[in-house]
């Protein structure tokens, strides 16, 4: 079944451009949190994305200049915790403008300001959307912004987020990740990927992928974000949600096998997946 999603990836034409492959804009980061914003951003890059551009908060851009050299920044208004103020909402929607994918959440903070846009950004951003961790937690008691949408949405929670998004214990989650995701993709128009053992993607749909790639030592701090960025990636190449999100769990489990035969599962870290996929797409190209 993957296979068909894998033959979706563009091919490479000799005569071509970074501008041929997509621009992802990644909103990200806060104090504390840039390690986020740098792994969503570099695994877009990675994954094949033409331009990428990371969305930041103002006093933090001289650390992200330092961090990503292949990766523009965008310096944005910023609250007093050095995380995304909802003043900069206007500025963030005219530069989305600019990209096919719009990657929302990683290290973003609990901040109610910054929470604030993210709502703001659901409702004016007319892109594609991969919307994970602090973005996610936006939307708690407030879903029915995704109905609104007019462009693809993709939610990437792990279970501590999927149950504080629909109200029920974690256990019951995992009992039933299938329905429990099939059920949220249907009701709110979005594609779910439903992170953990067997990541379960589904779409408003019906369509059911469960991935097969991936070990335990992925349970480390970055990996989601290394997610998102992938996934981003690939809306931005011009891949449709669905295809794009089952690329991208499938490539990120490899990388993580990858790595965990290469240097073992217990000290693996996010990095590690990031060195490991150029080899995971050479596998599957």
Do not use: W
């Amino acid at each position: 079944m993957v296979k068909e999603h894998l033959s979706t990836i563009p091919s490479r034409k000799e005569d071509t451009h970074k501008g041929d492959f997509g621009h992802v804009f990644v909103v990200a980061g806060s104090r504390g949190m840039t390690g986020a914003a740098y792994l969503a951003s570099q695994a877009a890059l990675v994954s094949g994305s033409g331009l990428v551009t990371c969305g930041i908060p103002l006093s933090l851009n001289a650390v992200m200049e330092a961090k990503l050299t292949e990766v523009m920044t965008l310096s944005l208004p910023e609250t007093k915790d050095a995380s995304l103020a909802s003043s900069g909402e206007k500025e963030i929607a005219e530069f989305a403008k600019k990209a096919g994918a719009v990657a929302i959440g990683p290290g973003l903070s609990g901040n109610a300001d910054t929470q604030k846009l993210v709502k703001k950004l659901l409702k004016n951003i007319n892109k594609p959307i991969v919307l994970d961790a602090d973005g996610i937690m936006a939307l708690v008691g407030n879903c029915d912004i995704l109905k609104k949408r007019k462009a693809p949405t993709i939610l990437t929670p792990h279970p501590g987020e999927m149950s504080r998004l629909i109200g029920k214990d974690i256990s019951a989650i995992r009992r039933n990740r299938e329905k429990t995701a099939l059920a949220f993709a249907k009701k709110y128009g979005v594609t779910l990927v439903l992170k953990g053992r067997g990541t379960v993607v589904a779409t408003s749909k019906g369509d059911v992928y469960i991935n097969q790639t991936g070990n335990s030592g992925m349970s480390t701090a970055g990996v989601g974000d290394v997610l998102t960025g992938m996934i981003a990636s690939f809306v931005g190449q011009g891949i449709n949600p669905y295809s794009a999100a089952v690329i991208g769990v499938h490539l990120h489990g490899l990388a993580g096998d990858i790595a965990a035969r290469e240097k073992g599962q217990f000290s693996m870290i996010a990095g590690d997946l990031l060195e490991k996929l150029p080899q995971a797409i050479q596998e599957v190209l």
